[in-house]
């Protein structure tokens, strides 16, 4: 193996340049040049240097504004309208969505489709996210920049990943699925390859609940995320990050045991909160096929369903009381199906909350507005996280 040249690519300062002036983008909405120089403390020379490249491959555009009275006229730079956008994949036990998210956050594109994944193969389940996101991509026909994929299960074993189609930010290597409990047929395989392969983008992978917890980065510097799907997934951001522990296993909130001699569950143990409060569970003590007939049922005062409503709230505040009182998070965000039945879940999660944990007022509990969408939105968000830290793959090679 011969060491190939350095390439005569840009700086690292040049690329940091160039994310103080997208960053000052994102924040503003539009600036002018020289509102660009002032915020980012650049030269209007340096500026222009940056901008021209993006102008010129339509990730930025900048107004035509006539020209108003005296002087020069000021225009404006944006996010070009139709310009780049990131794509979310999420893989959910009982849908698949994809979303996508222009350079300014904005989501340009939506869809879900319900289907049970646990009767596909690997294969089957990639094939059918790739043939979404292509779809929700041709209708968009916008240059795409990389797809984040949410997996509902365990990753690791992350290997560097070889030039081209799967590269991703080197920190974030392509993981194995470790181990899906709920959807096993993706255990021992690379989403990574199999969806850069159909897609032909980079691709990165992240467990569902961490990049559920990435979508709320911005409601607290410190949370625990938990969301209710078929299994129960938990984020936990710190200091405004996320935490992912030394094997990305972190905030495995769902295999939490609440009774040790509880009912066996998918992971090999016994009593773990998924047991009681994730949604197969849920809908099975209420005696309801969907989440839509079990909110219909708490509507109408149904006592089963109350009930199994109020057994999930009291197992996930007594795993979470624990969690709380080892990290002193003060903000507790319900996502998924949970964010839904918050009016009902809170009650006994709360005083399980209040009994438990030793802060003196107990965590604020907030409902995500998110929903079932977090992981799906936070996919989109970790391309965009990349894409800022490193610019230049907003300049398509010539
Ligand atoms: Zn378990």
Redesign the pocket.
Known sequence: MTLAAAPAGPSALRRHNLGLVLASLRESGGASRAELAAHTGLTRATVATLLDPLLTAEVLAEETAPPRGVGRPSRPVRFHPGGPVALGIAIDVDSLAVCATDLAGRVCAHRRVGGDNRGRTAEEVYAAAADLAGEVRRALGRRVLGAGVAVPGLLGDRRPVEDGVSATTADRAEPVVLRAPNLPALTGTRPGSALADRLDVPVVVENEATLGALAHLGLAPDFVSVSGEIGVGGGIVLGGRVYRGANGLAGEL??VVVDRDGPA???G?RG?V?QYAGKSAVLGDAGVADVEALREALAGGDGRAVAAVGRAGTALGVALASVVNVLDVPVIVLGGIYAELAPDLRPALEAELRARSLQPAGPTVLASELGEDAAVRGAADAVLADVHRDPDRLVPAA
């Open positions: 769902g295999h569950c998918g992971c143990g773990c998924e």
